[in-house]
């Protein structure tokens, strides 16, 4: 179950960052690459937790499994938010 929940929440991260990526009228050639590595370092909590729970090095692992998750999430609206109003921008000009 946990791999599911972590792996829709990469899903959810990934989507947020692509509508972010697709309102971005600058195409710089550097994007891609400013993309992939948001998008990797906004998911090495959870990445870090579901091994961590995994291989049992944490000892506390519910708690750490419950901030990872609340992290990504974070990130993931606030990245979401970010291009909803890049959207509204570019539809008002």
Known sequence: MLMVQSGLSILLLFTAFRFLSAQSHARKPYGKAIFNLLFLLSSIPLMYVVYGEY?????DAKIEVGI???LTWLVTGLVFIIGMVKYYRNRIR
């Not at 291989?55 to 000892?59: A, D, M, N, P, R």
Request: hydrophobic share 40%; no cysteine.
């Open 55 to 59: 291989s049992g090095h944490i000892s």
């Open 68 to 70: 990872g998750f609340l």
